[in-house]
């Protein structure tokens, strides 16, 4: 199979990908950029946030389940909109806890989870060093005590974030195309 036609396969059955993770994991660089080779819509969860919890973040409070069960319900509305016009789709939502992915997926075989996971001392330093961003990284800690990371059960795509953002993005395109030629393995799923 030459490079572009691979993309292509991936395309044919229309699903959403939540790209989950703390925050500074690489969400949104890494998911923009599988968003790009697909050829698939891409939103960042972020810009679904109200400005009022933006600057609660900002100021270095955490969001509780109640600040964040509006939002992603907004999220959750947004993928059901591309499965349910037959589009692929890419979005970014740190998605920490399982029963707000469970929200997010809405148990559809659809939506996948794609995990990026990293050790702290390394995202803290890119959090040092990330500019321009409202998400104070005082919170670090507090995303740490929050995830739960994804069990067997969510079939999710675990990566790696050491290597280069193109890499790490180039993993997970590299797992939903293994999948893609095993049919019988994902189903197709509702
Ligand atoms: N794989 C990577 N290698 C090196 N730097 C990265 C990688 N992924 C992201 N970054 C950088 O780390 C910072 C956090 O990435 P970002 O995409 O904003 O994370 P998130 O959306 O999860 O908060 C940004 O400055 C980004 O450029
Ligand atoms: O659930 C939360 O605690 C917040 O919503 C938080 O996760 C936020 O959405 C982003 O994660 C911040 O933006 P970055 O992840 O891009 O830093």
């Given at each position: 199979m030459s490079t572009e036609e691979a993309p292509r396969r991936a395309a044919r059955a229309a699903q959403v990908l939540v790209?989950?993770?703390?925050?500074?994991?690489?969400k949104s660089t890494v998911a923009e950029l599988i968003a790009e080779r697909l050829g698939w819509i891409f939103v960042d969860?972020?810009?679904?946030?109200?400005p009022e919890h933006v600057a609660k973040m900002h100021a270095g409070f955490a969001l509780d389940d109640e600040d964040r069960a509006p939002w992603l319900a907004r999220i959750a509305a947004w993928i059901r909109q591309r499965l349910e016009a037959g589009e692929s789709g890419v979005v970014v939502c740190s998605a920490l806890r399982r029963a707000y992915r469970d929200a997010l997926t809405g148990g559809s075989r659809r939506v996948r989870i794609v995990y990026l996971e990293g050790d702290k001392g390394l995202i803290a330093r890119r959090l040092a060093e990330r500019?321009?961003?409202?998400?104070?990284?005082?919170?670090l800690d507090s995303q740490f005590a929050t995830l739960e990371p994804p069990g067997p059960e969510e079939r999710p795509i675990t990566v790696g974030i050491v290597e280069p953002p193109e890499a790490v993005a180039g993993r997970v395109i590299a797992r939903l195309e293994a999948e893609a030629a095993r049919p019988a393995v994902t189903g197709a799923g509702r």
């Open positions: 790209v989950m993770g703390v925050s500074g994991s690489g969860g972020d810009s679904f946030h109200t500019q321009g961003h409202f998400m104070s990284p005082r919170l």
